[in-house]
C-alpha cells in the first residue's frame, strides 16, 4: 500500500547533508522485524544515471540514496553510511556520513541522500614522511549502511563498488602472504645488514615515483626506489645495520605517486632485521680426528628468541658449513642432524679431520639467510694408546706384590703420556711423568675381579683412560706330616693339609702324593687325592726304600693357585731280628749266632755288637749275609758275666742303620 507524506526537514549529524523529499512506498513493515533498508540509487563523479548495480564504478563525490521503512514500534534513531575501503591496501580510514533521526521521522519511510568523498585522503605514517594517502583503496569495496533502534536493533544493508580514483597501486612481490602467521611460514621482508626491496608500481595516470618509508624511529630516512629501465619494478637498497634486530610488522611502508603527485595507498613492508647470531660449537680444544658430530648451540637476541613454533615466523638456523683452516669440510642441513625449528642447538658434521693444528670455523646460516660465525682454533690429536707389557699375563695370587708395565704410543707422531697414573678399583699405586714408562707394583690383598687403570694426560691435556679386569686368586698353603721312620714293608700314611686365603679350608683340592726315591732327581706322583671339607687329603704307601714325599695342590681354575708343601725325609729300617739265641756260654768257648734280615742281598755284613760299661757299644765280630737272608757269627766271650748284645746292620742309600733288638747271656 502506498502512502503519501510531506517533505519534513530533520535533524542531522553535522556531517550529514538535507534530507530528500519522502517519497511514497509500498514496502509493508512487518511487527517486531525492524527497520528495512533500500538502496534506491548510488551516482558519483564518474557519471551514470543513479542506478544500483553490483560492483559499479564510482570516483570523486558519490551520491547515495536509500529509503528506510519502519513501524511504530521500532522507530530508527540513527543511520549511517559509509565506505571503510578493501584492507588490500593500507587505507587509512573510511569515508562516512552520519544521520540522526527523531521519531515519526520514518514512518513509515524516509529517504535519506548522503554524499561521500571517496577520494578524500588524510596525513599517513607521520608528518615528516608527508604522506597524503587516500581514505578510501582504489579497488572492490563495499558501500555499508547501518540503522540503529532503540530496541537496541541494527539493520544493515551492503552493495559492492569499485572505487576507482585514478591513484596508482604499488606491490611487494617478495612480502610473504597474511597466511604465513598460521602456517608458521617466514614473515616479512628478510633484512640483514641491507634490505633488498623490490616494489612493482602501476597507474593510470604514470607513477612519477616510489617510495620507501616509515613510522618508526629506528628505521632509516625515507627513500625513494629507482625506476625502472623498462618494467614496472623499483628497486633499492637499504642500509638496515643500525636498526635493532626484530620483526616490524607495521610501521614500515611503500607507496608510489603519480604523475600529479597523487599517492596512493600504501603498502605495509613487514620487514624482519636479522642481524644474525651467536654461535657456540660444544668442543673441546684438543679434539680426536673422528669426533663427529659436534653440537652447536646458538643464540638469538630476545626480540628473534621465539619459542617453536613461533620462531618459524621469526627466524631459525637451517645449516651449518664447517671449514677446516678456510676450506668447507661439511655441510649440515636441515633433516640431517637438524630439526626444523630447533629453538636450542643442533649437530654439525665435522667430518674425518687431519692431525695437526686447525682452526674450525663454524658458519650457520638462518632461514632468513643471516649468518652466525664461530673460529675454534684446535688440535686433532691421536689416542695415547697403552700396550700393557706386564702385569695380565697370569693370575695373580692375593697377598703377592703384582707388577704392571706398559708402553705408551700415539698414532700422530707427537702426543705422548706426559703423566700417567695407576691405580687398582679407584686407588692410585704408582704415578709418573715423561719420559719414564708406566708401571708399577700393586700389592693384592682380596680374591676376586679387580679393575687395572691406566690413565694418561697428553701434552695438549688430552686423557685417555684404558682399564682391564685381573682377577686375583687365593693362595693356598699346603702341609705334609707323616713318619720320619718305618719298618720295611710297613704301612706309612702321609696326611696333607692344605688351606686358601683367609684360613679356609680348601675343600675339594686335589693334592698330589709324590716321592723321590733317594738317590735319584726325579719326583713320581704317586697317588692324587681329594681333599675333605675341612681341605685334609691322606695316602698311605709300603715302606720299602729311604727318600721323600711332598704334597702339592693343584691350582683350580679362576680359584686359587697351587702350592708345594715343605719335603718330609722318610726313613726305612730293615726288618733285622736273631733266631733263637743262646741265653747261656762259657768263656773262653765259642757260641753260634744267627741273625736275619728282610731285606737282603747276599755279602751284606750284619755286626754283632756288645754294650760296654760305657753305654757304648762295640764290634765283637762280622758276619755276611747269605742267600737266604741269614748270617751267623762264632762268638768266644772273654770273661764270665752277663753280655748284652744285638746286631746292627749299617745304613745304605736305601734302607737307614737297622738295629736288632738286644739280649743277654750269662757267660760262666
Known sequence: MGISRSVRSLAVAASATVLCAVVPTSVAVADDTGAVITVDGISSDAGGDGTVSAGQTVTGTTDVTFTVHADPDDQ???AVVDIAGSGEYQGTGAVRQTFTLSPGDCLPSCTLHATLDTAATQQFGGATNGVAAPLVNDGANSL??????????????DAAVTVDNGRPTVTLPDLP?????????PVGLSADGELSLRATATGGNGVSRVRYFSSSRAWPDPVDLTAPASGTTWTTALDTSAVPAGLYAGGVYVVAYDKDGRAGSPVRADTLVDHGFTVTPKLGTVIHPGETPVKVQYAYTSPLDKAFPSNLNYA????????????AQATTPVGAYVYEGDTSDFYADLGQLPYGAHTLTFDTVDNRGAHGRADLPVRVVSEVAPDWTDGFQDFPVAGSGWKFAATTSAADGVSRA???????????????SYPTQPSGTWKTTTTGVHDVTLTTVSQYGDTTVSSMPLRVLAATTTQLTGPATSGYGSKATFTATVAQTGAKPAAGAKVGFQYKRAGTTVWKTQATVTADSTGKASYSATAKYNGAWRAVTAAKNLTWASSTSKTLTSHVKAVLTVSRPAAKAVHGKPVSFTALSSPYVKGTALRFQARQKNGTWVTLTSATLSTGGSATAKITFSRAGTWTLRVYRPGTTDLTDTYSSSWTVKVS
Do not use: C, M, N
Open 76 to 78: 530508527p534513531t540513527q
Open 144 to 157: 555499508h549502511i547501518e540503522v540503529d533502534s532503540p530496541r537496541p536493533r541494527t539493520v544493515t544493508a
Open 177 to 185: 602472504g597474511a597466511d604465513a602467521w598460521s602456517g608458521h611460514q
Open 316 to 327: 631459525y638456523p637451517v645449516s651449518t658449513t664447517v671449514s677446516v683452516d678456510g676450506k
Open 418 to 432: 706426559e703423566h700417567w697414573t695407576l691405580d687398582a678399583d679407584g686407588t692410585t699405586f704408582a704415578t709418573g
